[in-house]
């Protein structure tokens, strides 16, 4: 229908513009300056003084080490725990006078971590609780827990036994996704376990993408019961279910992953992380991690399920909206046997990896996500019935302009972000203005923003563009759910019907 605020009067002749949103990388509300829709407060937790301090707003390449050179000068530093997948850490100081320092320098004055402004405040905790035996690494701790960052590529044991051993000898591999992809790696002594954490901390496993944060875990031993993508106990060899021995060509670690074709390309990696050639011993051959198979557990699969959805406020089209920020969408369909789940066949497994990263576990509508690796290879149209909004629970996106992943040009432009409470908006008239963006929000009975930004734009322009902060993430997930790619009709001063206005993709991402 018509937008009623910018038409009083129906009419044939109109510009359909098509607004596009995504989500904007952003380190703290701080680090943005918007215009206020309405008053703000800063985050202000009113938490006793503790000698352990919560620090937000950390850069995806920062490690251990770029905290304590930038935070020892406050006290001695006990103990550092991060929480690569929030950009967030724990550092526990030796005296609370030293974390008063670091709260209150921060408050005062930008304090910068790896290049990036952080944020500080007390945590609740008056100590971080340690791995088993971390306190003393020579009591056996020889586990690591490894999570990776921004996984485009398949992540297997043998990639990590690769990337691994060369360091130190490994014994058994888990991988699991509780919290993104992460794994468990058993190092023969404590010694190896050390040297890798060392060598490997922040470190692409390809250029640009898949980078490892690296910490003691807790257990001091893995228990592994089968060889596959997701296990392995190189102690056993009779555990071995399929030849190891095929498509081992090319180096792995930091290497561009070319093979098998990806739609998304890698982007430029930050060189200060990586790995040199004198880092790793040069009799080593790195393979590349089988394309026959994937890390899934089960044969691989470009088809995401996903459960948890509302009843009454999900349907294709907003799945479409959401999903479509990780890789192309291919098709939707309800599943009428199990209410409030559904299939996402996507153009390939890694948008699939991509999507269940950043989007398993978020908030919808009240209602928690669960997304993960669907056993069948595709969506049929089998079953179809009527949602209680009354759309089909079917619906085919495979020539829809929508897609933002159809060409590596596109893709390339594509910088991929986890949810968050900042969406960039662009594809946007120039007549639209704060107020009729806010009463889309209200028109559709969504959380309004409390920031709005527009960039200035040409004259001849014919689309603006802009940033629109929320007072969480889950409200900006909403917002894009239900508004992304939303049509706006404005009247047309032409005497014939316009042409519309095709979809665009933007350049670059917008930073502020």
Known sequence: RPYSTLSPKRTLHSRTYLLSLRYLKVEGRQSLQLSDSSSVEPDSHRISPSPVVHVRGLCEAVVEADLIDALEKFGPICYVMMMPFKRQALVEFSAVESADRCVSCGAKEPVYIAGQQ??????????????????NPNSGNKVLLLSIQNPLYPITTDVLYTVCNPIGSVLRIVI?????????????????????????????????????????????????IKNDNESWDYTKPYLVRRDRGKGRQRQAILGFFTSPPCPLLPLPGNSRYKLTSLDVPDMVSYPLPQSSSSYSGHAPSSVAMVSGLHPSKMNCTRIFNLFCLYGNIEKVK???????????????EYAVDRAITHLNSIKVFGKRLNVCVSKQHAVIPSQVF????????????????????????????????PPSAVLHYYNVPPCISQDHLLRLCTEHDLPGFVKFKMFDAKPSSKTISGLLEFDSKTEAVEVLTVLNHYQIRIPSK???????????????LYHS
């Open 176 to 224: 699991f996704k509780r919290n993104g992809i992460q794994a468990m790696v058993e190092f023969e002594s404590v010694q190896c376990a050390q040297k890798a954490k060392a060598a490997l901390n922040g470190a692409d496993i390809y250029a640009g993408c898949c980078t490892l944060k690296i910490e003691y875990a807790r257990p001091t031993r893995l228990n592994v």
């Open 334 to 348: 309800f599943m009428k046997s199990v209410p409030g789940t559904a299939l996402v066949e996507m153009g390939d």
């Open 118 to 135: 952080a944020y500080f405040n007390y945590s609740t905790s008056k100590r971080i609780t340690r791995p088993t035996n971390a306190d």
């Open 386 to 417: 009527e949602l209680e909004d009354g759309s089909s629970s079917y619906k085919d996106f495979a020539m829809t302009r929508n897609n933002r992943f159809s060409s590596a040009g596109q893709a390339s432009k594509n910088i991929i972000q």
């Open 494 to 508: 032409e005497p014939y019907q316009a042409k519309p206005v095709p979809f665009l993709l933007p350049s670059h």
